[in-house]
Structure formats: C-alpha cells, structure tokens
Nanobody
Framework: QDHLVASGGGSVQAGGSLRLSCVTS????????IGWFRQAPGKEREAIAT????????RYIDSVEGRFSLTRDMWKNTVHLQMNNLTPEDTAMYYC??????????????????WGLGTQVTVSS
C-alpha cells in the first residue's frame, strides 16, 4: 500500500516562499506519476503539479506556472515543491500522491492514491 508524507508547510506573508517535501518508499517513488495537490476550504481538491517518473516530464496548472517548481531527489525518494511569490489564493492543505497506472499523468486526483494527512500552507496579505 502506498504511503506518501507531505511536509514543509507553514504560514508566510504574500510574496514569501515555502518548500514542500513529499517522502515515500523507493517502490512508490517509481510509480508512474507523482503529483502535488491542494484543497482550500470549501473547494475541491485540485492537482497543481505532476511528474512522470519515467520521462521526468513535469506539468503545472496555469495559476502556479512560473512560481512553483517541482524537483525530485532520486537518492532520498523525495519530491519537492518549491513555491515562490505566494499569494493568499495559495492558502490550502497540500498533499502528494501517486498514480501507478496512467501513462500520461492526469491533472486530476481521481487516479491517485496514497494520500496522507497533508501539510497546511497559509499565506497572509
């Protein structure tokens, strides 16, 4: 059973930065896709960045493109999400998860699993 642990959240002012980490097992780390997701109060969970573990292709949603950067640490089975120029609209619980079946990593949460507790990101204006 997949288990991914997200950490690194916190409270920052607008314009600040945070670096999230997603730690998992070596087997899970090599699942087809690993994604970062977030869910704001009253909103549905949305995918914000995914990486295809085989090709290394990374995709972002438009609202974070140019501000967020996903990287992988192959030695530590960890996926990082560097978040810069944060805005109050980025306030949410952030999660990482794995999709073991998709060939092209979907930007939705339906095929992902291994959800942990998430890490809270709060951005004040």
């Amino acid at each position: 059973q997949d288990h991914l642990v997200a950490s690194g959240g916190g409270s920052v002012q607008a314009g600040g930065s945070l670096r999230l980490s997603c730690v998992t097992s070596e087997d899970t780390f090599r699942g087809n896709c690993i994604g970062w997701f977030r869910q704001a109060p009253g909103k549905e969970r949305e995918a914000i960045a995914t990486v295809a573990t085989g090709s290394g292709q990374i995709r972002y949603i438009d609202s974070v493109e140019g501000r967020f950067s996903l990287t992988r640490d192959m030695w530590k089975n960890t996926v990082h999400l560097q978040m810069n120029n944060l805005t109050p609209e980025d306030t949410a619980m952030y999660y990482c998860a794995v999709d073991r079946r998709s060939v092209f990593c979907p930007m939705s949460d339906h095929t992902y699993g291994g959800w942990g507790l998430g890490t809270q990101v709060t951005v004040s204006s």
